[in-house]
């Protein structure tokens, strides 16, 4: 293999598939980036067998040559060192060339580097998925969505599909769920063009996050295509496998209140950041326990307040903007909701309460698709 390449290029592509790079994969062959030279362009793959990205370069872009291959051929790279060195090389012309003892000659500039290599016919061989079962999505959409649940993900592996996101895709609407078993988030959306349906479809938030990464900001489309045990992610010339978790995610439908005691609206930035002072004092406690009080004396407040043993005691009162039901005495876990009002788009939020120890549901005052729900606390006061 011998090819000459911008550094820009190259550079871009490696960072792309550096996210599918693991430092604790137990075979040696995963630890490196596969390099593949076409006389049409550069294909960089990386995989942690459970999440992988290929990224390929074409030889011409908008009618500029960026690689010019003198010989095709492939190669493994070791990861860790090859991504530190392209990002750092100060000359855009960068040629990359291996040798019978599979190592790969890196020159730009003044600078000439050998890294030993790995034969990249030793490397896992990516899915190829039938295209029968495809839905095509805003790209902006997709990370809107995605932003909105995966971080509701459980971290707890004993139950490894709480780790995933549930995406179901039914009557054109695609919707998708994640719980950790103390809150909810989940999200709906009409989407079209799709020519099947399907349910119990699990991706890991990690590999979600990573996608989120790698996803390109301008607001291309994204075919999503659907295997029995693998989801491929397409972009542009961007393809990121995911495998799909093993296990029956729970119905979580019977657990979302329909009546609520008491609705109240507030200002989203304003409550969030009355919140996230209590959460200060909460936090040392590491109990994270913030409560919010309300009356029904014709007061336009509520009160919010954190205790901490050793430090003392935050108390505040926010105006809301809508209030109706019963008073209210309830006691949350702050970060979680926090987490909430951090994504929210809406100027502002509607929460609903069916009473202290059970389950808060708050929504967008606007994108009634979105909802999350979050589990009180018991407490003594």
């Known amino acids: 293999m011998k090819i000459n390449i911008q550094r820009s290029q190259l550079n871009s592509a490696v960072q792309q598939v550096s996210k599918a790079i693991s430092s604790r994969t137990t075979a040696p062959i995963l630890s490196g980036i596969k390099i593949e030279a076409y006389d049409f362009g550069v294909k960089l793959t990386a995989s942690d067998a459970d999440l992988s990205i290929e990224s390929f370069i074409p030889a011409e872009i908008e009618r500029k040559i960026v690689i010019k291959v003198t010989k095709t051929g492939s190669i493994v790279v070791p990861a860790k060192f090859f991504i530190e060195m392209i990002r750092k090389l100060s000359s855009d012309d960068v040629s990359l060339e291996v040798n019978e003892r599979l190592q790969l000659n890196i020159k730009s500039g003044s600078t000439d580097i050998v890294l030993a290599c790995m034969d990249a016919e030793e490397y896992p061989i990516m899915p190829r998925l039938s295209e029968t079962n495809m839905m095509s999505i805003s790209n902006h959409l997709l990370q809107h969505m995605v932003r909105q649940v995966v971080f509701a993900v459980s971290t707890n592996e004993s139950t490894p599909v709480l780790t995933g996101v549930l995406w179901t895709l039914s009557e054109e609407t695609l919707k998708l769920v994640a719980t950790d078993r103390h809150r909810l988030a989940k999200i709906s959306n009409k989407v079209t063009g799709s ?46 496998y995911s495998r799909t978790l093993d296990g029956t995610f729970p119905d979580t439908s019977k657990i979302i209140p329909q009546n609520f005691k008491t609705e109240i609206s507030f200002d989203t930035k304003k409550l969030a950041d009355a919140i996230d002072r209590a959460y200060v004092l909460s936090r040392e406690d590491k109990s994270n326990i913030v409560k919010i009080i309300t009356e029904t004396d014709g007061s336009n407040q509520v009160e919010i307040s954190s205790t901490s043993t050793e430090l003392g005691k ?33 100027k502002y939020i509607h929460i609903g309460f069916t009473g202290a120890m059970s389950p808060m549901v708050l929504r967008p005052q606007t994108g009634y698709d979105t909802l999350h729900l979050i589990l009180p606390y018991r407490t003594a006061t």
């Open 314 to 346: 935050v108390t505040e009162w926010i105006d809301f903007e809508k209030f109706s039901g019963e008073a209210l005495r309830i006691s949350f876990n702050s970060k979680y909701i926090l987490e909430v009002l951090k994504i929210i788009n809406s």
């Open 195 to 240: 020519n099947f349906e399907f349910s119990n479809i699990v991706i890991s938030g990690k590999n979600l996050n990573e996608l989120l990464k790698v996803l390109p900001e301008e607001d291309e489309i994204v075919d999503i295509i659907i295997s029995e045990n693998q989801v491929l992610f397409r972009v542009n010339q961007l393809l990121i």
